[in-house]
């Protein structure tokens, strides 16, 4: 029930599948007071982690409410209990809900996938609604069809499933690869996410694929066939909109600058005009983001949204960024037990790289996958140990 709700929790807030932020908290309550009476947590192992996760939370929240004024969405409240909650499980049965999720998705992926492909090669789909995405930049129609969510006005839409955005496909889909590659009973989940990410086009999901290959993939001739084979399936059928979305998108550019499109120029003198009036300090509040219905290219705007971590610093402040960012690294630290090894400082490269484009911490799919990272790295260097010890 956990493991199934986790992977809710990446639903956009479009979806006809979206029960509504009031009733996502009762559920929330109701999960945490079943997990008070089987026994699944261990306050005393994590008292720490999880006073941390709070203090650092709780200051956040206090500078938004009391300073600023600004009450954040009962949607992040829901979230944060939730996070908590998974800090308080105890190792045996985080491990069990993190795989049953891992499993959860890839099958949801594998539908969404599929029914992707057939909409691609055929332009044919089951439509079960038309949903509107209102956001403070623009407003987006899409067709709803039964496991994906494609926008109605662009032909070469990307793989998105039931997420919010394709970007937030690509990162959910990069970071189930260094969480599924060591374990030998995800080898499938590893391969789907692997596709999944392919094909939603998103630059992040790229970068971050040739860091993982890099750092874990080791260059022999088998791992290079079945790289080729993949990546040649995948032309096949993607080659015009991996043309369209990626290399000319990176042809055309003259500077880093111009790729990003996480903020609209608007919002881009807020937070300059912020920033030296000294209000970035402690932000100016959860969600005091003034409309932009002009900020688009037929006004001399530039296309984006705002998101990313420019956007949360924005709204809570350097000081509750700065704060949280030190709470959560202690956090995997102490989930390391140990000195961090090298794979550890590789995921929290990819995982703070990833904030710039997408604050992913407040979201507790993500936030499993990143307090159990720690314990994934760590079995599996007892396990190569174990190996080594039997040879000498």
Not at 282 to 289: P, T
């Amino acid at each position: 029930m956990l493991a199934g709700f986790l992977v809710y929790t990446i639903i956009a807030n479009f979806s006809v599948y979206f029960l509504g932020s009031v009733i996502n908290a009762i559920l929330i309550l109701i999960l945490c007071f079943y997990g008070l009476h089987i026994r699944t947590l261990d306050i005393q192992e994590n008292k720490k982690e999880v006073c941390l996760f709070i203090f650092g939370w709780s200051f956040v929240l206090f500078v938004s409410i009391v300073f600023n004024g600004c009450l954040p969405s009962l949607q992040l409240f829901s979230h944060l209990i939730l996070c908590s909650f998974l800090l308080c499980l105890n190792t045996e049965y985080q491990e069990s809900v993190f795989k049953k999720m891992i499993w959860i998705l890839t099958i949801l992926l594998i539908f969404s996938a599929t029914e992707y492909l057939i909409y691609i090669i055929t332009g044919k789909c089951i439509v079960i609604a038309e949903v509107t995405r209102v956001t403070s930049v623009k407003e987006g129609d899409f067709h709803h069809f039964l496991f994906n969510l494609v926008s109605v006005n662009d032909i070469m839409s990307r793989f998105k499933g039931l997420c919010p955005e394709a970007g937030n496909m690509g990162t959910l889909c990069a970071f189930m690869l260094f969480a599924t590659w060591k374990i030998k009973s995800t080898k499938i989940p590893f391969f789907v996410c692997l596709v999944c990410g392919l094909i939603s086009l998103s630059l992040a999901y790229y970068i971050f694929l040739f860091v993982f290959l890099i750092t874990n993939i080791k260059p022999n001739p088998k791992n290079l066939i079945i790289g080729l084979v993949v990546f040649s399936a995948f032309l096949l059928i993607f080659k015009d909109f991996f043309e369209d979305r990626l290399v000319e998108r990176l042809m055309s550019v003259d500077s880093i600058e111009e790729l990003d499109n996480r903020t609209t120029d608007t919002f881009e003198r807020y937070f300059k005009r912020a920033f030296y009036e000294g209000e970035l300090w402690l932000g100016v509040g959860a969600h005091n983001i003034p409309h932009q219905v002009t900020d688009q290219p037929l006004y001399g705007g530039r296309e984006g949204g705002n998101s990313g971590v420019k956007k949360f610093i924005y709204e809570y402040g350097i000081i509750g960024f700065v704060l949280l960012f030190y709470i959560y690294n202690i956090i995997y630290y102490r989930k390391c037990k140990k000195m961090l090894l090298y794979h550890d400082w590789v995921y929290l490269f990819v995982f703070w790289a990833c904030i710039y484009k997408s604050v992913i911490f407040t979201s507790p799919c993500f936030f499993i996958l990143y307090s159990m990272m720690p314990v994934i790295n760590r079995i599996n260097v007892e396990n190569v140990n174990v190996k080594n010890d039997d040879l000498i």
